[in-house]
Each structure stands twice: as C-alpha cells, then as structure tokens.
C-alpha cells in the first residue's frame, strides 16, 4: 500500500456510528460530568481545558468502558463517572505530551501550550488528573482505583521511555513496543478492564477486556505512526510529519532502517538523530518508506492487532454492544484505508 491510498480517505467510517449510538446516553451524562468536573474558581483551569475537551476529540476510550458496562449489563453510575476519568486521564496526558515534543497543533487547533504557554499546560494537565482520581474515589471501587492508577503510572513511564528512545536511531521493535504500550495501549486496556470489575464479572471477563482493550490500542497508535507519513492534517489533527520533525523512532522508521542502503540509514540518522533536516528531506522519507514497504507493512502489523483484538471478544455474549466494538477496531483500521 502506498502513501496515495493513506491520503486519500478524509470522511470518518461509518463504523463507529454503532459505538456511538449505542453509548449516547450515557455519553451524554458523561461529558455533562467533564464539563462541572473541569470547572475551577481559578479562571486559567477551566479555560484551557475547555479548549481541549470542546476541541472535536473522539472520546473513544470513555465509549468502551461505556459500552462493556452496557454488556455486562451494568447497573449504577460507577461506569459514568469511570469514564469521565478515562477521559481526563487522557486529556491530561495530551496537555503534557505537547510540552514534552512541543507541538504546535492538537486535534485541528493551536496546541494549548502555543496559547497560554507550556507551564499553564502542564499545571491544568495535573489538576485535570487530580479530578479524575477524585472522581474514582467516589466509585467506591478500590481495584478500579488500582486499575486506573496504574495506567497513570506507565504512561508517564511510556513518556519517559520516549524520551530516551526518541533521536536514537538503533531503537528496536521491542524497544518501540514498549513506548506505545505505556503511552497509549495501556490507558485503553484499563477503560475496557474497569467495567467488568465494577460488575464483578470475575477474572476471566476483566482479562479478556483487558487484552481487547490493549491490542485495540497497538493497533490504533501503529495507524497513527503510519498517518504521520502518509495521512493528511484533516486526519491526525497535527501537522504531518510531526514525528519525523521531532525525532521520534516509529515503527515505519524502524522498518525502512532495516531494509535501507547504507546512504539511506545515514539520511534517517541525519534527520532523526542529528536534527539536521532540511528542505524536501520529509518527501524523500516519506519517499524511502514507501519504497521499502515500511508504511504498508505497519499498517499491517495494524490489522494483525485488531484481529487479535476481535478474537478477545469471543469469550462474550453476541449483542449490540459486542457487534459495536468489533466496528470501532474496524474504524481504528480504516483511517489508512
């Protein structure tokens, strides 16, 4: 597949319309919550967060923890109010990442940090994570607390990972693995796992939500990774080649050093490592992934992660909410379709 076929697509699929039906009620209760939750007397707070949160995300890891207590039959609160904190956690984690890779655009818009400058956006980042480990609190659940803390926890570990993989051009897959699975795999593993906690669904179905939740997020962050060179801004709500620009070692970049020439090793090396980029050389990279089939062969390291994603779902009852879930992995895939 060639980079034509990752630009061309600019219309959502329409699988994630089931996802969003299905949980829209719920959904509803659920951002009037982050709405009162990012509210703040200090006038700064409410304000930057209401720039990420009104931004146009698609609040797709509050939907699955939604949706698996919808499948579990769930009765209560608790999923609201734990979705209300996934979706915190992660919006905190944006505010920092940012900073952290001093990006300029997020989800179509001026990074918060461009606006109102970098220490404001790491401070309402940590207050919004203070929200959401108050809103835990009141779940009343302490292996839902476990879950999510946890998932705090690697993705700043995932962050601090980057930052030692980031520039280095001899990082591996595992290396990489690691990266995304802290930073991203991670948070959507504990918005499926909570749900079955709080219904006491046993081990078996937390694991299996859990691992669906985790492969979901492989794949959703190898997309990712293979948009930043081949997608288009409308898609990724950044700037394309972000990652090239700031020295980040993706799977794409991984591939094509494996498969290069000894003269295109030193072009990734003098880009990635040295910082020495210049005019045309994010065409020819975009060019050399191409060419050695690292853009394609991410994108299917993407589809083997969602069907492992789907398979995770076996051990559930067939239903509305289960059918919604197998179309989101599908989404997932289809933003390089």
Same mark, same amino acid.
């Given at each position: 597949m060639g980079v034509v076929g990752l630009q061309s697509q600019t219309a959502k699929p329409a699988g994630i319309q089931g996802l969003v039906e299905l949980v829209s009620g719920d959904m509803e209760k659920v951002n009037e919550l982050i709405l009162s939750k990012a509210g703040s007397n200090v006038e700064l707070i409410p304000e930057i967060a209401r720039h990420l949160i009104d931004s146009?995300?698609?609040?797709?890891r509050p939907m699955l923890t939604l949706a698996f207590a919808q499948m579990f039959g769930y009765e209560g609160e608790g999923h609201v109010i734990l979705a209300a904190s996934v979706e915190f956690m992660h919006t905190a984690t944006l505010l920092h990442d940012d900073v952290v890779d001093e990006s300029d655009m997020r989800r179509g818009k001026l990074a918060a940090r461009k606006l109102w400058g970098n220490q404001a956006s790491v401070l309402v980042g940590d207050y919004l994570l203070g929200q959401a480990f108050k809103m835990m609190v009141d779940v009343r659940s302490l292996e839902a607390l476990r879950i999510l803390s946890e998932a705090s926890? /690697?993705?700043?570990?995932g962050e601090v990972l980057q930052l030692g993989a980031a520039q280095d051009t001899t990082t591996t897959y595992d290396m990489y693995l690691r990266v995304i &699975?802290?930073?991203?795999?991670a948070l959507f593993a504990a918005a499926c796992e909570v749900s079955p906690e709080i219904a006491d669904k046993g081990d078996e179905m937390r694991a299996a939500a859990r691992?669906?939740?985790? &492969?979901?997020?492989?794949?959703?962050?190898?997309?990712?990774?293979?948009?930043d060179y081949g997608g288009a801004t409308v898609d990724l709500g950044k700037d394309v080649g972000d990652d090239f620009h700031e020295g980040k070692i993706t799977l794409p970049v991984i591939y094509a050093m494996e498969r290069g020439s000894d003269e295109?090793?030193?072009f990734w090396k003098r880009c990635l490592e040295d910082g020495?980029?210049?005019?045309?050389?994010?065409?020819?990279?975009?060019?050399?992934?191409?060419?050695?089939?690292?853009?394609?062969?991410?994108?299917?390291?993407?589809?083997?992660?969602?069907?492992?994603? /789907?398979?995770?779902?076996?051990?559930?009852?067939?239903?509305?909410?289960?059918?919604?879930?197998?179309?989101?992995?599908?989404?997932?895939i289809a933003r390089v379709s």
């Open positions: 146009g995300g698609k609040r797709l926890a /690697i993705i700043a570990e &699975e802290a930073k991203t795999a691992k669906f939740g985790l &492969e979901l997020g492989y794949a959703f962050q190898l997309v990712d990774d293979a948009l295109d090793k030193a020495d980029i210049k005019d045309g050389d994010l065409d020819h990279a975009i060019k050399l992934l191409n060419d050695t089939g690292a853009l394609a062969d991410t994108v299917q390291r993407a589809r083997d992660y969602g069907a492992s994603a /789907i398979d995770a779902l076996s051990v559930f009852p067939d239903g509305p909410a289960k059918q919604a879930l197998k179309e989101a992995v599908d989404f997932c």
